[in-house]
T-cell receptor, first 113, second 112 residues
Framework: DVKVTQSSRYLVKRTGEKVFLECVQD?????MFWYRQDPGLGLRLIYF???????EKGDIPEGYSVSREKKERFSLILESASTNQTSMYLC????????????FGSGTRLTVV | GQQLNQSPQSMFIQEGEDVSMNCTSS?????WLWYKQDPGEGPVLLIA?????ELTSNGRLTAQFGITRKDSFLNISASIPSDVGIYFC????????????FGPGTSLSVIP
């Protein structure tokens, strides 16, 4: 089974801090995604990547950046954390090809104080 | 952009009851997916549908790919307490590098 691992389940950071959220998948998937989930708003796509060193903006990229130096690892970076970035962050991956669906990690619940 | 609508937004049902929820879109999709998210966890794929009119079951769950390709339905029979969670529908296009569009979710609560 594909495993997508997010390094932290819970994080508390201060406003203005630089925050790194790490995601690793172990099945050689090409495509990786970062979402945030907020009550009533569902899953919103922040950034995605189809290959190493490649990145594309999703629907809400402002205040975020990403890094994909290795195929298995996709990092989400909050350059200067703000309280409105308090949320559940979900990483997902897929092998590519139509209809494959995504495999999600367990999520990181980030609180910015 | 593409948007999916799910109804109902939330449901409170008695254990043992059947559940129906649906998902509609203004756009056509080639694949429909249903995910379940347990509290505090990431979503997990329940059922994938690949053809208009297709009806697929996974245990007590049955999902259908609408004929128009703009909607999908999920039914849960004889609900149990562990069915609690958020159910997301999602549509996927072949020509979109596998980008999946998610609905806002239906929150299900089961009263024992």
């Amino acid at each position: 089974d594909v495993k997508v691992t997010q390094s932290s389940r819970y994080l508390v950071k201060r406003t203005g801090e630089k925050v790194f959220l790490e995601c690793v998948q172990d099945m050689d998937h090409e495509n990786m995604f970062w979402y945030r989930q907020d009550p009533g708003l569902g899953l919103r796509l922040i950034y995605f990547s189809y290959d190493v060193k490649m990145k594309e903006k999703g629907d809400i990229p402002e205040g975020y950046s990403v890094s994909r130096e290795k195929k298995e690892r996709f990092s989400l970076i909050l350059e200067s954390a703000s309280t409105n970035q308090t949320s559940m962050y979900l990483c997902a991956s897929t092998s590519g090809g139509p209809g494959g669906g995504y495999t999600f990690g367990s999520g990181t619940r980030l609180t910015v104080v | 952009g593409q948007q999916l609508n799910q109804s109902p937004q939330s449901m409170f049902i008695q254990e043992g009851e059947d559940v129906s929820m649906n998902c509609t879109s203004s756009s056509i999709f080639n694949t429909w997916l249903w995910y379940k998210q347990d509290p505090g966890e990431g979503p997990v794929l329940l059922i994938a549908l690949y053809k208009a009119g297709e009806l697929t079951s996974n245990g007590r769950l049955t999902a259908q790919f609408g004929i128009t390709r703009k909607d999908s339905f999920l039914n849960i029979s004889a609900s149990i307490p562990s069915d609690v969670g958020i159910y997301f529908c999602a549509g996927q296009l072949r020509t979109s590098y596998d980008k999946v569009i998610f609905g806002p979710g239906t929150s299900l609560s089961v009263i024992p």
